[in-house]
Each structure stands twice: as structure tokens, then as C-alpha cells.
T-cell receptor
Framework: GQNIDQPTEMTATEGAIVQINCTYQ??????LFWYQQHAGEAPTFLSY????GLEEKGRFSSFLSRSKGYSYLLLKELQMKDSASYLC??????????FGPGTRLSVLP | DTAVSQTPKYLVTQMGNDKSIKCEQN?????MYWYKQDSKKFLKIMFS???????INETVPNRFSPKSPDKAHLNLHINSLELGDSAVYFC????????????????FGPGTRLTVL
């Protein structure tokens, strides 16, 4: 099976940088997704990593290390609207997706 | 201009009843999915459906059955509802992988909050 772990909650200050970690155990996967989910809303796509390394998209970056079974999402210049849950998910070759438990991020003024 | 829509948004029903949730996507995507998000916010895939190929998560009870009248619709029918079925159900869709599309980002519907009394 596949096991994914994320911190349950994190708190950060507006304007700061926060790193949300995702560790996993799996025998193989195509890539790793990050989704954002605001309370009471649907998840929305943030990023995808298939190769090791950093993918940058504006204020958000995502990193993957397959050898270490580890990914992180980096959020820069935090804004109040970034308060949400962040879900990492393993992509099993487009046939199945396994989501982590999510990290609830609170951004304080 | 909704990409993935679901109805109803809220569904409250009694144990033992049968209910359906409808999902439609106007993105022209090839694959549709159903997810269950429980009270602890775990998002778990239930089904994926692509060109009439149904992939079922083996942990899903057979009281749950997806029905796809066409490529743009994937409805979820639930028989003999139980208390543990209370959750938010999300429909999603994605385009197939292709040489210029290395991943299949999923677009989620707004969710249906099911409460079984």
C-alpha cells in the first residue's frame, strides 16, 4: 500500500515563508500533486512534480526527492487568503490518486 | 460557466434510503472520478471511469455504484444508506495523458454534503 504523512496544522504570519512537508512510502508512482482546499470548497490544483527538484510557480514552489520519499510545498509572501488546507497526493499513473491527510495552514496578521 | 458541477449541494436523508448524486463536466475530459471526504478531511478516491473502463477502489462497498450515461456525466448511486456514509462527495475530471501533457490535473466539483440520519 501507500502511506502519506503531513503535519496536521501549521501557523504562520502574513508576509512570511512557510514550508509544508509531505513524506510517503510507496513502491512506485508517476508524480506528486499539491492541491489547495479552502474550508467548505473543492480542492484546486497547485503543482505537480515528476522529476526530483524544485518547480516554481509564482509565490508557490514544490520540491520532490524520490530517494528520500519526501516533498514540500513552499509558500512565500504569505497572504491571509493562503489560509487553507494543503493536500499532497501520489499519482499512480493516472489510474489512482492517493491523497495525504492534508495540512491546515492558518495565516495570522 | 461551471467546469464540473454536482447536484445536489446538500443531501439529508434517512438510513436505509437510496439516493443519487449527479455530476457533469463541460471540459471535454476523458476521465471522471468520485471521491469521499470524511469528517477528518481525508480525501479518498472511490472510482475512476474512462472510456467505459471502471476502476474501483476495492474498499468501496458495493452499495455504491457509478453510472455514466455519456462521457460528460458520472452519477453516483448509493443503496441502503448507512450512518457512516455521511461525508462530502466530490466529483472530478481530468484529461488523458498525452505527449505534451505529462500529468492529468484534476478539476473538482463543488462537492455534495451527504448527511445520513
Amino acid at each position: 500500500g501507500q502511506n502519506i504523512d503531513q503535519p496536521t496544522e501549521m501557523t504562520a504570519t502574513e508576509g512570511a515563508i512557510v514550508q509544508i512537508n509531505c513524506t510517503y512510502q510507496t513502491s512506485g508512482f508517476n508524480g506528486l500533486f499539491w492541491y489547495q482546499q479552502h474550508a467548505g470548497e473543492a480542492p484546486t490544483f497547485l503543482s505537480y512534480n515528476v522529476l526530483d527538484g524544485l518547480e516554481e510557480k509564482g509565490r508557490f514552489s514544490s520540491f520532490l526527492s524520490r530517494s528520500k520519499g519526501y516533498s514540500y510545498l513552499l509558500l512565500k509572501e504569505l497572504q491571509m487568503k493562503d489560509s487553507a488546507s494543503y493536500l499532497c497526493a501520489l499519482d499512480n499513473y493516472g489510474q489512482n490518486f492517493v491523497f495525504g491527510p492534508g495540512t491546515r495552514l492558518s495565516v495570522l496578521p | 460557466d461551471t467546469a464540473v458541477s454536482q447536484t445536489p449541494k446538500y443531501l439529508v436523508t434517512q438510513m436505509g434510503n437510496d439516493k443519487s448524486i449527479k455530476c457533469e463536466q463541460n471540459l471535454g475530459h476523458d476521465t471522471m472520478y468520485w471521491y469521499k471526504q470524511d469528517s477528518k478531511k481525508f480525501l479518498k478516491i472511490m472510482f475512476s471511469y474512462n472510456n467505459k473502463e471502471l476502476i474501483i477502489n476495492e474498499t468501496v462497498p458495493n452499495r455504491f455504484s457509478p453510472k455514466s450515461p455519456d462521457k460528460a456525466h458520472l452519477n453516483l448511486h448509493i443503496n441502503s444508506l448507512e450512518l457512516g456514509d455521511s461525508a462530502v462527495y466530490f466529483c472530478a475530471s481530468s484529461q488523458d495523458l498525452f505527449w505534451d501533457r505529462p500529468y492529468n490535473e484534476q478539476f473538482f466539483g463543488p462537492g455534495t454534503r451527504l448527511t445520513v440520519l
